[in-house]
């Protein structure tokens, strides 16, 4: 799978978008972005995932670049329940049941 | 209510006794992982199990052992042998449910040994 690369740290101020990046230049034709987040002392929770086409549902969007190398996961309201660490994460398309390698991720703190 | 449990939530040990986490899913998901995590750390990878009666061992798998008997259930056995086994553990499944194969996790246990 692809490495990937995220800011250590954001802020975000609360109610507005919150834009989180991600590099993966190494990427390649049929590996898939996830991202996951976890919140202080729980388990990581998906988020979303996509190819190359950009996807939204309930939770997030996620912007991928043209050339696939960068992608950005965007919370458009950003409240303080979303103060969690978000990991990027690449993966085949046939990955199937296989572990996720987690980097350390990028730490949001969505402030007041 | 479909999920996955970890108890107990939190644990604690004297140096030199093995102890055993539990960890039941009821998502009907073929395959189960623990991973550890350290303070400030990301997540890594100590065993898996795509399939019942079958296990992989992952990237830190010395000193922790597991069984998978049951489908729902991976149960992880930290050893004397682990030489630092102060960790946050979680456990997580997935399965073709969805068609992603994204992983559900628990609410871990922390394991505290002095």
């Known amino acids: 799978d692809a490495k990937t690369t995220q800011p250590t740290s954001m802020d975000c101020a609360e109610g507005r978008a919150a834009n989180l990046p991600c590099n993966h230049s190494?990427?390649?034709?049929?590996?898939?972005v996830y991202w996951y987040r976890q919140i202080h002392s729980q388990g990581p929770q998906y988020i979303i995932h996509g190819l190359k086409n950009n996807e939204t549902n309930e939770m997030a969007s996620l912007i991928i670049t043209e050339d696939r190398k960068s992608s950005t996961l965007i919370l458009p309201h950003a409240t303080l329940r979303d103060t969690a660490v978000y990991y990027c994460i690449v993966r085949g398309r046939n990955s199937g049941n296989t572990p996720l390698v987690f980097g350390k991720g990028t730490r949001l703190s969505v402030i007041a | 209510d479909g999920g996955i449990t970890q108890s107990p939530k939190y644990l604690f040990r004297k140096e030199g006794q093995n102890v055993t986490l539990s960890c039941e899913q009821n998502l009907n998901h073929d395959a189960m992982y623990w991973y550890r995590q350290d303070p400030g750390q990301g997540l890594r990878l100590i065993y898996y199990?795509?399939?019942?009666?079958?296990?992989q061992k992952g990237d830190i798998a010395e000193g922790y052992s597991v069984s998978r008997e049951k489908k729902e259930s991976f149960p992880l056995t930290v050893t004397s042998a682990q030489k630092n086994p102060t960790a946050f553990y979680l456990c997580?499944?997935?399965?073709?449910?969805?068609?992603?194969?994204?992983?559900?996790f628990g609410p871990g246990t922390r394991l505290t040994v002095t």
């Open positions: 997580a499944s997935s399965g073709p449910g969805t068609g992603n194969y994204e992983q559900y």
């Open positions: 190494t990427i390649s034709g049929n590996e898939y």
């Open positions: 199990s795509q399939i019942v009666n079958d296990f």
